[in-house]
């Protein structure tokens, strides 16, 4: 009897890019419900709008290198890069920001390098930091989160809409009378101002260790961060690395000096930690690939997230810290390469 | 004769040898200062005096100067004239002067003169070397002006304002296309950006050109 023989290897993988896109998006899926409950619906215009123009600056790159636009666009990968811009932009961003953090993500950070699997940098967090210095106030507008303030008002969904497609607010209300310091903002300008971290801790605005909301998206951030580790569809080096390249130095800081230094706990539920431990360190692509690098790269991340809020002139750092480690990563694999079995290494005299 | 030899040496330092695109000599203060159109022209004017005359003077001792220690002596040159050139901005156009501030004198450092004094005048004829520095000169103060124009109309929404810096006379708007622009492009980040964008414009601009030129004579 004649066996059919097959060249290894015999188990194959059945992890795909769609698939590892999908299950990232499906993870997120929490986080945005948690966005919506806490921020209002203005998330979801930003997610809807951040699709639009991945989806369309992509399939115009697409056509423009003499490619079929499908074969990027069937991979999701444009629509984890605007689910994250969602989830960087405040809830009410006017459509043109959204619009231009995609679309700079999508054509310079993503397809002027060579489209996915060779763009240096992280094309979310690129498309985000551009904004981010390009229209400061404009990324200053976030809504008081839900059970907040008791003097706050709140926008209806048709009162978001026209903020989200004309800039404008109804008549009768301020900037000031819906949005709010985002916490990591007032904790700078507090601490500037000589308060205690005790003092700026009392705020409204704040949670029991983080800020009011942030602090529970954080939650289900985490959880879906998890799942996909689990899942293996993210490896564990990176969001640890993260984390404690951020909390070491946020505790020893904390212990030495309480009144000037907020905790572990607050560094940890407020801002971007949580989704760029998760979710933007993690991207493929951008980050480190070997197993010490992925340490190394998670590490100095959050060291930077931390040196950003702690000396910074912006509240938090986490895009900064990723583009910075982006460009260390060539470093940081030439570096760390493994050792291949039987090669170099200790000598064997 | 020599002329038509002249206006070619020229239009390559305008083109194909620029020291902005293509030498990318000169970088600094070319990122630096192009934070609107009048910066670049100033700069660009001030830099292209001091090539053209130094290539000049150095072509013209070029004779007695001791080989090993030829540089320092360029150097030394570069210095007193763009001593000149700062004692004259200062008095002409202080308020440019301010806006340009340590990269006035810093212009001393810019390697596209050093570049031009080793590589052309110190081995050149006087006229030769002052047409050399000149369209040197005028090729970097061209990109420097196109950049500056970029950086202007994207990040504050103007065209040529603030002219009076350079030719008196009541302050100007300029030509107001927006009113606000993007901040990233008049911050560091936006020079880089705009010198990149330049460059591929270049780049680009020469291989059709190379292409129609292909098809044109039919070779390959």
Redesign the interface.
């Known amino acids: 009897m004649q066996f059919e023989r097959l060249n290894a290897p015999h188990v194959r993988s059945t992890a795909s890019v769609p698939r590892i896109m999908l299950q990232v998006l499906l993870a997120l899926v929490p986080a945005a419900i948690a966005h919506v409950w806490y921020f209002g619906p203005g998330f979801l215009f930003n997610l809807i709008i951040a699709t639009g123009f991945c989806v369309a600056s992509e399939s115009a790159m697409m056509a423009a290198r003499g490619r079929p636009p499908e074969d990027a666009l069937s991979d999701y990968s444009a629509i984890v890069t605007a689910a994250l811009i969602a989830f960087a932009l405040p809830s009410l961003t006017p459509w043109w920001v959204t619009a231009i953090a995609s679309t700079f993500g999508i054509v310079v950070a993503k397809h002027l390098y060579g489209g996915i699997g060779f763009n240096v940098f992280n094309p979310a967090m690129a498309g985000y930091v551009?904004v981010l210095?390009?229209?400061?106030a404009d990324l200053n507008l976030w809504v008081a989160p839900r059970m907040g303030d008791t003097d706050y008002t709140t926008l209806s969904l048709v009162e978001t809409l026209t903020f989200t497609l004309t800039g404008g607010l109804p008549d009768a209300l301020t900037y000031d009378a819906v949005s709010r310091a985002t916490p990591l903002d007032l904790m700078k300008s507090g601490l500037n101002q000589m308060q205690t971290v005790e003092e700026i801790r009392a705020l409204p605005t704040m949670g029991d260790f983080g800020g009011r909301g942030w602090e529970w998206i954080g939650n289900f951030l985490a959880l879906g961060g998890i799942w996909l580790m689990i899942k293996r569809v993210i490896r564990w080096q990176i969001p640890l690395g993260v984390l404690a390249g951020l909390l070491v130095p946020a505790t020893i800081a904390f212990m030495i000096d309480p009144g000037s230094n907020p905790g572990p706990g607050y560094h940890l539920f407020s801002g971007a930690t949580i989704l760029c431990a998760f979710f933007v360190a993690t991207d493929p692509v951008s980050a480190a690939t070997s197993t010490r690098g992925r340490i190394v790269y998670g590490i100095g991340i959050g060291f930077l997230i931390y040196a950003i809020r702690k000396w910074g002139a912006y509240a938090d750092g986490a895009a900064f810290g990723v583009l910075l480690m982006n460009m260390a990563v060539p470093a940081i694999d030439a570096i760390t390469r493994p050792r291949i079995v039987g090669h170099g290494g200790a000598s064997r005299e | 004769m020599t002329e038509g030899r002249h206006l070619q040496g020229i239009a390559t330092a305008l083109w194909r040898d620029n020291p902005g695109l293509v030498q990318l000599l000169g970088l600094c203060p070319l990122l630096a200062v192009t934070g609107s159109f009048v910066n670049g022209l100033g700069l660009g004017i001030a830099t292209l005096a001091v090539l053209t005359v130094s290539n000049g003077l150095v072509s013209a001792t070029r004779r007695f100067l001791q080989k090993e220690i030829r540089i320092p002596i360029f150097v030394l040159i570069i210095a007193s004239l763009v001593t000149c050139v700062e004692l004259l901005f200062e008095a002409f156009f202080p308020a440019l002067d301010r806006a340009l501030g340590i990269f006035i004198p810093l212009i001393v450092t810019n390697c596209a003169i050093v570049a031009r004094a080793e590589v052309f005048a110190s081995r050149n004829p006087v006229v030769s070397s002052i047409v050399d520095g000149f369209g040197m000169g005028l090729g970097f103060l061209l990109v420097l002006v196109t950049i500056g124009l970029m950086r202007e109309l994207v990040g504050q929404g103007t065209v040529f304002a603030d002219m009076h810096l350079l030719f008196g006379g009541e302050p100007v708007n300029g030509l107001v296309v927006a009113d606000a622009g993007?901040?990233?492009?008049i911050?560091p980040?936006g020079a880089f950006f705009a010198l990149a964008v330049a460059i591929a414009a270049k780049n680009a601009m020469d291989r059709r050109r190379s292409v129609r030129l292909r098809e044109r004579t039919g070779l390959r």
């Open positions: 551009v210095v390009a229209f400061p | 993007w901040l990233i492009a911050l980040p």
